[in-house]
């Protein structure tokens, strides 16, 4: 094995426009296999969009994209198959509303990965196992906390089988007692050594779970560094103004 891996993901010279705003500019980053990279940023900085583009839910105007070696497909099967590779947890929990929990975290595998129905059950209740909600298994997503609905979509995107987790502000819409339910989940599955991507102002999983802490403003990154260095020794006047901001209400 001397071969060298490639990065789980790969951004080169990415712009992206809306219109005339510029709102990713020439971004630059990797993740390695195994890392978890905290994003932080003031609101509108472009850390949804940057996760949005690496699954192609944003199609970029500029530069590559490469997840595990290979570059983001532009459509059809190729896609399907990068989208069921990238596990993506949204700030709403978008679980699909008619339907069991069960039933939402067994859908994909047996649509998209064509498990069988029981193995596809198997794996299910193993994963609902793992984050703490096997007897919400049979009730739909009305009936369960926004922390338990958040830890169903944490596990309906595992049934994938990813290669990479990406989460956007995954604690954001809940209320403050469930919170940490939801990140223990994250801080579990970052020391089962899953790739994460994950955008929150949560500062503590931040220090705790993250490898490396990017820092976005107006479009661009502007550090990339250890936690420890990040919260300790910011570099620039808008990591320092943004950390003044966050760490002081
Ligand atoms: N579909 C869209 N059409 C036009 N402008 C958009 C669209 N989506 C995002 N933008 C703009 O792009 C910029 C970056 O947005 P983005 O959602 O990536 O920011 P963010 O860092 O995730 O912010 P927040 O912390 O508020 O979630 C913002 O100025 C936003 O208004
Ligand atoms: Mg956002």
Redesign the pocket.
Known sequence: MTAATPPMIKAAAVNKF??D?H?LKDINMEVPRGQVVVVL??????????CRAINRLEPIDSGDIEVDGQPLPAEGKALAALRADVGMVFQQFNLFAHKTILDNVTLGPVKVRKVSGEEARTTAMELLERVGITNQAEKYPAQLSGGQQQRAAIARALAMQPKVMLFD?PTSALDPEMVQEVLDTMTGLAKDGMTMLV?THEMGFARKAAHRVMF?SDGEIVEDSTPSEFFTAPKSDRAKDFLGKILTH
């Open positions: 809306f219109g705003l709102v940023g003031p609101s509108g900085s472009g850390k949804s969009t940057l502000e955008v976005m």
